[in-house]
């Protein structure tokens, strides 16, 4: 048998399964980035919305919040307040005057990026939040920002680099490439006995119809399921019964009419 169905449900399982971790890899390939980026906005404005309920003016009240919110999430924030001068920033190190003083003035210079921060600043309006992404030529490096206005008016900056999300992507592609080849060698081996085991009853099949066509009914078919096969099963052991009869009785009147063909000879005689 070249083509037999175990060879060709075997393929065709195998082929399916082989496709469908070849396309989730390519979908991840191409759309897990997108959409770490898309989960990574959607956090940042969370973020944004939860200092928002907590800040009441004075950024030192709520700084170990902040400190544990850019420890977590790996962001940078800054606070300013309606005339641009800065209230709280994560970097360079909080609380110091020199550091503020160094903020001042990158706010107040046209080359900077914390100028380009500024001007960002006065198109947003109350209530308004503003998500971008931007590359920073100096350090090349890409960042997603959350700007917005909290609720006393105070100028609000968060950002996070996208290089940490980038690596968490394409570490995830790697781990899925290695348990999609893992996947399909297991699953080769769990189809190869599925259809093994799925194949069998129909050569048990085969071989009682082989055996009914030279007139052996001896064997009949153990019938352990209600679904088709064991049905199928039911009717060849109703068959193979059927068939035994009639042959028997065929025998039996064929010897009979034997028996009366000798009576008739003799009385011939």
């Keep these: 048998m070249k083509y037999s169905i175990k060879l060709k449900l075997f393929t065709a399982i195998a082929c399916l399964t082989l496709f469908y971790v070849l396309l989730s890899w390519v979908l991840n390939s191409l759309l897990l980035d997108k959409y770490y980026l898309y989960n990574k906005k959607n956090t940042l404005i969370e973020t944004y919305r939860h ?41 360079p190190k909080r609380g110091s005057n020199r550091s503020k003083q160094l903020n001042r003035k990158a706010f107040n210079n046209p080359n900077s990026a ?14 308004e939040i503003l998500v971008e992404s931007r590359t920073d030529s100096r350090l090349n490096l890409s960042f ?45 081996v769990f189809i190869f006995l599925l259809t093994g085991k799925f ?38 052991n109703s068959l193979s019964g059927q068939l035994q009869k009639s042959i028997m009785e065929l025998k039996e009147a064929n010897e009979k009419l034997k028996e009366d063909i000798e009576k008739e000879r003799r009385i011939d005689e």
């Design 51 to 91: 200092i928002d309920s907590l800040y009441k003016g004075d950024a030192e009240e709520i700084s170990l919040e902040l400190e544990k919110l850019e420890h977590m999430e790996g962001l940078h924030i800054i606070i300013l307040d309606e005339d641009y001068e800065v209230k709280y920033d994560s970097m």
């Design 114 to 127: 914390e100028y380009r921060i500024r001007a960002k600043f006065q198109e947003i309006r109350q209530g």
């Design 144 to 188: 997603v920002n959350v700007l917005s206005l909290l609720n006393n008016g105070d100028f609000i900056h968060i950002g996070t680099p996208l290089a940490p999300i980038e690596e968490s992507a394409g570490i995830a592609n790697k781990f899925y490439l290695f348990t999609g080849i893992l996947t399909i060698i297991i699953g080769i």
């Design 199 to 236: 194949t069998k009853p129909i050569l048990e099949l085969k071989e009682i119809a082989h055996r009914m066509s030279a007139l052996d009914f001896s064997k009949r078919y153990p019938v352990k399921t209600n679904d088709e096969i064991g049905q199928l099963g039911q009717s060849i």
